[in-house]
């Protein structure tokens, strides 16, 4: 013969003790942890972002001269001397963008890809 006894689903009192994990994670080893889900979480952020943003066609190139910075030139002077709607500020800004430039300061003899003047 057997008994069957009931008792509350839970109970403070009978409530099993917490046993420790046997896996511990050591400094290095949450570092480790930590780097890996860095990278990882980079790997998937650039894959995401690595989709072309170009167009399927090819511009129309910008047809450029090349002139030669003589001793006391500025970009100023440059860029009125092709500015063909007399605008040198943008006409300045095309020759720093044509020529990847990160000042206005030239030097002498430098070579300058600047647009062609249309008459």
Do not use: C, H
């Not at 008792?7 to 046997?22: E, I, M």
């Not at 930590?34 to 650039?46: D, H, I, P, R």
């Amino acid at each position: 013969m057997s008994t069957l006894s009931l008792a509350p689903a839970f109970s403070p009192a009978a409530a099993p003790a917490r046993t420790r994990s046997t896996v511990r994670l050591t400094r290095r080893g949450r570092l480790v942890v930590f780097l890996t889900s860095l990278f990882l979480v980079l790997g998937v952020a650039f894959m995401l972002a690595g989709g072309a943003v170009g167009t399927g066609s090819s511009g129309e190139p910008i047809p450029t001269e090349v002139v030669t910075v003589a001793p006391g030139d500025t970009l100023w002077d440059i860029a009125s001397d092709v500015a063909a709607d007399g605008d040198v500020r943008a006409a300045m800004n095309e020759i720093e963008r044509l020529n990847a430039l990160e000042s206005t300061g030239l030097a002498a003899g430098q070579k300058l890809r600047v647009p062609v003047v249309s008459d």
